[in-house]
């Protein structure tokens, strides 16, 4: 018998018992369709957080002040000093001092009541003092008018750009863009609004869309009264050179600060790439967690078709005896059985990445969060579907083997 013969021989046995056939897919369908859902809800998680962090800034380093103590001796937290100046802030801008550092952006900030000129709207939100080169640092853009630009700073001109949802919530209905809004006492002209990233909280210090930019030089010397910096933000030339910056920010700061011993340090540098790796850690923990769970359901779908055919091979006694009885060698009839169970995995298999295709189109719109998937994950589906079949196939198919033509032609 040629392999083609025994393939046809295989499928048509697979045919003639249609329910039993049926059920043994269906619970590999439903386990490759786990799986793949699994690694793609894991890997579109993933992908959110990581596109959410690059918006602040893969290659971003934040400077903040070190810590103060009062004259009672109590000791603030870090930022609660005032350590950082303009100075410092210019002098990581040299490429001779810090060639791996692209650009610097320095930031004064305070939390302000706003209020808008036309119906005495009111809104607190942060009010960010900073230079033209936020924009780029933040890898931010406008959505309506201009950023900020240098003479503005260099006129201490009283513009402001506001955040998406703080231009909403002074000026809902209304473009914003020429409206007037009062910060503390001084009436400031909005120029832009930013283009929105979103937030992981509805709090003006972690939405990046609530905020509003304006002149460092307007801030420090018109609305703040202060010209210490609440940070200073640094980004790297690349992704790559992170660390280098980091080593020539620290070195240059500690000597403008003259301070020998760097566990003095008055200042602290904080890298987003650190939020990347620890929530890329806790998301890959998650899929393979919840990829074992469905695993589960893969071992349930190949213990199935193992029973399906142990009870193939016993109402088949006669006929594998049979078919010894002709001539048809142990290898024949071991490869017919492998193929039967190859051709239930297969199916199976395939009709799971069918469903998993299916619920990765709708489940997002029922669960609010993404899914990837790849065709890699698809293919290896298909693989293990089959691999399930063999595996799970070997022992029934070597019983069938092993029957001696005559003890089974006696089986009733």
Do not use: C
């Not at 240059?252 to 790796?277: C, G, K, M, R, Y």
């Not at 078709?305 to 142990?310: D, R, S």
């Not at 595996?391 to 092993?402: D, E, L, T």
Request: no cysteine; proline share 3%.
């Amino acid at each position: 018998m040629t392999w083609l013969d025994t393939f046809r021989t295989g499928l048509e046995a697979v045919r003639t018992h249609r329910l039993r056939s049926g059920l043994t897919v269906l619970g590999i369908m439903i386990g490759i369709a786990a799986v793949i859902l699994t690694v793609g809800l894991g890997q579109g998680a993933q992908d959110q957080v990581s596109s959410e962090i690059n918006a602040l800034g893969t290659n971003l380093l934040t400077v903040s002040p070190g810590s103060s103590t009062s004259a009672a001796g109590i000791r603030g937290g870090f930022g609660s000093a005032s350590t950082l100046t303009e100075a410092d802030a210019t002098a990581l801008s040299s490429k001779t001092v810090a060639p791996d550092i692209g650009a610097v952006a320095p930031v004064v900030s305070s939390s302000e009541t706003l209020t808008d000129g036309v119906s005495s709207n009111n809104w607190t939100s942060t009010v960010n003092g900073t230079t033209p080169s936020w924009e780029a640092v933040r890898s931010r853009s406008v959505t309506q008018g201009r950023f900020i630009d240098n003479q503005d700073v260099a006129q201490h001109t009283a513009v402001a750009v506001l955040g998406s949802t703080t231009a909403s919530e002074l000026f809902s209905g209304l473009d914003p863009v020429g409206q007037t809004v009062d910060v503390n006492g001084v009436p400031m002209t909005v120029i832009g609004v930013l283009n929105t990233v979103g937030s992981t909280s509805s709090s003006s210090a972690s939405n990046q869309d609530d905020q509003v930019i304006v002149p460092i030089s307007t801030a420090t010397q018109r609305l703040f009264g202060s010209t210490s910096l609440s940070s200073i933000l640094v980004q790297s030339t690349s992704s790559s050179t992170l660390s280098g910056a980091y080593q020539e920010a620290d070195d240059e700061l500690l000597a403008l600060h003259q301070i020998t011993a760097p566990s003095n340090a008055d200042f602290t540098i904080a890298s987003e790439a650190s939020l990347v790796s620890t929530a890329t850690s806790v998301d890959r923990t998650l899929t393979i967690l919840l990829g074992g769970v469905a695993g589960i359901s893969l071992l349930v779908g190949g213990i199935g078709v193992m029973n399906i055919m142990l009870v193939s091979v016993t109402e088949r006694i006669r006929e594998i005896g049979l078919r010894k009885a002709l001539g048809a060698t142990p290898s024949l009839i071991r490869r017919q059985f492998l193929i039967e169970a190859s051709a239930l995995g297969l199916t199976g298999g395939a009709l799971g990445a069918v469903l998993a295709v299916l619920g990765a189109w709708l489940l997002p719109h029922a669960i609010g969060y993404p899914i990837t998937l790849s065709a890699l994950a698809g293919a290896g589906a298909l693989v293990v579907a089959i691999a399930i079949g063999l595996v799970f196939g070997v022992y029934p198919a070597s019983r069938a083997a092993r029957l001696a033509p005559i003890d089974a032609l006696r089986s009733e």
